[in-house]
């Protein structure tokens, strides 16, 4: 069965400095991985997504994700977090020839400034 | 360009009441999904349609049901509601019906049964 995990509930950085989240997968076969945000209040929104090829992918707002077949994972990175960026980020996994999304339970994250 | 529109916004429901949680897209799009967010358990799949006149149940149908007339709206129904259905839920819409393909979100219902 597919399943997302992210590891961290709650995460505070201070502004300014890097940033991981963990995602870590259960797929039989390759999955399709995606990253999402959500603002207070909002639905979500695409982040970055990878299907195949090189396999570290930009996303918007300076986002990029590296996937790691031999770990199951696809953690989410910023080099330099901004005080806009404190959100709850949902990991998510689908086949490719199937469009259900499995989703992680979210990394909320808060920003120290 | 107003992409998923959802509606109410939020609700409080007594339980055993009927209700209906509407969703529309003004994007063509093929699919159509509907999502409950619990704390803690992320958004899990209730219903979903690839096109109109279709529907297929998700990881967690009981006590939801759809229906897809037309390419644009997707209702979602609770027959009776219990306070286990207290969450927010959200409608979400994809061009194609790949596994690869962007899902779409709308703002969200917060639906509270008392």
């Known amino acids: 069965a597919q399943s997302v995990t992210q590891p961290d509930i709650h995460i505070t950085v201070s502004e300014g400095a890097s940033l991981e989240l963990r995602c870590n997968y259960s797929?039989?076969?390759?999955?399709?991985l995606f990253w999402y945000v959500q603002s207070p209040g909002q639905g979500l929104q695409l982040l970055l997504k990878y299907f195949s090829g090189d396999t570290l992918v930009q996303g918007i707002k300076g986002f990029e994700a590296e996937f790691k077949r031999s770990q199951s994972s696809f953690n989410l990175r910023k080099p330099s977090v901004h005080w806009s960026d404190a959100a709850e980020y949902f990991c998510?996994?689908?086949?490719?020839?199937?469009?259900?999304?499995?989703f992680g339970s979210g990394t909320k994250l808060n920003v120290k400034p | 360009i107003a992409g998923i529109t959802q509606a109410p916004t939020s609700q409080i429901l007594a339980a055993g009441r009927r209700m209906t949680l509407r969703c529309t897209q003004d994007?063509?799009?093929?699919?159509m999904y509907w999502y409950r967010q619990d704390l803690g358990l992320g958004l899990r799949l209730i219903h979903y349609?690839?096109?109109?006149?279709?529907?297929g149940k998700g990881e967690v149908p009981d006590g939801y049901s759809v229906s897809r007339a037309n390419t644009d709206d997707f209702p979602l129904t609770l027959a009776s509601a219990v306070p286990s259905q207290t969450s927010v839920y959200f409608c979400?819409?994809?061009?194609?019906?790949?596994?690869?393909?962007?899902?779409?979100f709308g703002p969200g219902t917060r639906l509270l049964v008392l």
């Open positions: 998510a996994v689908s086949r490719k020839d199937f469009n259900k999304f499995y």
């Open positions: 349609s690839n096109t109109a006149g279709t529907t």
């Open positions: 979400a819409s994809s061009a194609g019906t790949s596994g690869g393909e962007t899902q779409y």
């Open positions: 797929y039989g076969a390759t999955p399709y």
């Open positions: 994007m063509r799009h093929n699919a």
